[in-house]
Every structure is written in structure tokens, then in C-alpha cells.
């Protein structure tokens, strides 16, 4: 089946107003940049978004988010956004927050029928407890909070129940997919992106590059095309954003010279 479509604003057409969203990608690598602003661009709204994080102020969901449209957000970091900061302390967004290694395994597990799975990580903690804030009210107080979890020992040790995650909708970013969805991720943008396909009932991908069914090798598959439902080219020349520069300037002339040589000589 051919489910390559002409254009990322036919592919998002019918996400309803209130939908649930598999978003992947990590920080702004492997975001589904091009299926976001074309959300944007349709007005959708109230969207109930699960994602690694909310990109930041004005790129990938972050768009979404200063534009008011999200309205829940299940969450692993949120550090680079200032505006998800503003709006959740100011109750106009709901937020839970998950340990990173959790929500890519509730996001797995209900990608594969698994309806719920015990854990270490949060126990002893207001993961485990309830009473994390997920919705603030305007004055600060507590208008939503997190339930307690079940609890069950194996082995003299104590993990918590954690629930599976399924969407209404997954919106992921690949290298490569052919016309029947099978797809191939670069490196780190493979983080979520599988794990949001599958999860997601309607699964959209935007790829850099489409190619027919069978060139790709059977074992550089990283998602197979039972999990897509809908096939986007998108410009591998458009912006990719980089979330956090950390290396330093280069140093040129003599000082570049000499470091180099020391630490030769080291």
C-alpha cells in the first residue's frame, strides 16, 4: 500500500481539536518539525501532547505551546522552554512529569499491548506517593495532583505499576522511508521516534527521503510500516535547529598553532 500523501497539511487534516499526540524526537533532534507547524498552521487546539520534551520557545512544539493550543503535556524534561515554565506555574497547562526511562517504555508498552509494567524508578519518591502538582491554580496552589501508584514486591524489592501510553495520533521524523512506511532514523534522532510510532493508532512521518518499496535492506529497518499510516517528504535542506550550542569558538593563528602543538607533544 502506497501511503505517501502530497503535503504535511493534508496528512494532519483530520487531528481533531482535544486529540492525543505521540510526539518524537529528543531536545530539538528527529523532531517532526514540518508536521508540527502544519498543526500550527491548521489552528488545531487543546492538543493533549506526550513527548520527551516541549522543544523551546519558538520552535518545534514550542510553536504549538505560545500559541495556546496544548492544553496536557507528559513530559520527561521541560528545561529549555521558559514559556511551558510560565504556563504551568500559571495553571493554564496541565503537566506530568515521568522519569525518562518510564515514559519511553510506557510509550513501547502500549505500542505493543502491554497494558502496564512494574518499575524501580520513583519508588520512595511523589512519583510513587502522588501530590506532584500537575496543574496549578492562577495563585500558585495545587488544582491537579498526581495519584499514589500501586506497589508490588519481586524479589524483596519494591516497583511501582506504571500504565501504558497509547495516542490518538504519533507524528515522527525519519532519514529514510519508502512508500509502504518502512523507515530508517539517523543516530540520536532514533530517540522516541519508533517508540511515538508505535504508540500513536494513526501514525504520520515526515521523511527526508522516500524511496521505493525494497530498496531498503530488510535488516536497516528501524520501524517497520505496520506501525505508519501516512508518508510526508519533506526539504532535508530546511532549518534543523540546534537546541543548546556547547563547543567553543574556534581558535585561529598562532594560538591554534601552539595549542595544537602541545597537546602533540603531550
Request: with cysteine; aromatic share 6%; glycine share 12%.
Amino acid at each position: 500500500m502506497d501511503k505517501v500523501m502530497a503535503a504535511a497539511g493534508r496528512a494532519v487534516a483530520d487531528i481533531p481539536d482535544g486529540a492525543t499526540l505521540a510526539v518524537g524526537g529528543f531536545g530539538l533532534c528527529g523532531i517532526p518539525s514540518t508536521l508540527i507547524a502544519a498543526l500550527a498552521e491548521a489552528g488545531t487546539s487543546g492538543l493533549r501532547v506526550v513527548s520527551n520534551n516541549c522543544g523551546v520557545d519558538d520552535w518545534g512544539l514550542g510553536l504549538l505551546l505560545r500559541a495556546g493550543r496544548i492544553a496536557r503535556m507528559t513530559s520527561s524534561y521541560v528545561g529549555e522552554n521558559k514559556e511551558f515554565a510560565r504556563q504551568y506555574l500559571s495553571g493554564e497547562l496541565e503537566v506530568e512529569l515521568t522519569p525518562q526511562g518510564t515514559l519511553a517504555e510506557r510509550l513501547r508498552a502500549g505500542g505493543t499491548g502491554i497494558p502496564a509494567f512494574y518499575t524501580p524508578a520513583g519508588v520512595g519518591t511523589q512519583v510513587e506517593e502522588g501530590g506532584l502538582p500537575w496543574r496549578h491554580t492562577p495563585d500558585g496552589g495545587v488544582a491537579v495532583a498526581s495519584p499514589p501508584k500501586e506497589t508490588r514486591e519481586f524479589g524483596g524489592r519494591r516497583y511501582l505499576l506504571e500504565e501504558a501510553i497509547t495516542a490518538d495520533f504519533g507524528l515522527v521524523r525519519a532519514a529514510v522511508a519508502d512508500r509502504h512506511g518502512n523507515c530508517v532514523f539517523h543516530a540520536a534522532a532514533r530517540n522516541f521516534n519508533p517508540l511515538c510510532a508505535m504508540a500513536g493508532r494513526v501514525t504520520l512521518v515526515e521523511a527526508e527521503r522516500v524511496v521505493e518499496p525494497g530498496e531498503l535492506p530488510p535488516d536497516d529497518i528501524h520501524l517497520p510500516g505496520v506501525y505508519v499510516d501516512r508518508v510526508v517528504a519533506v526539504d532535508p535542506s530546511l532549518e534543523k535547529r540546534i537546541e543548546r550550542r556547547t563547543v567553543r569558538p574556534a581558535r585561529t593563528g598562532a594560538a591554534a598553532t601552539t595549542s595544537r602543538t602541545d597537546s602533540e607533544e603531550k
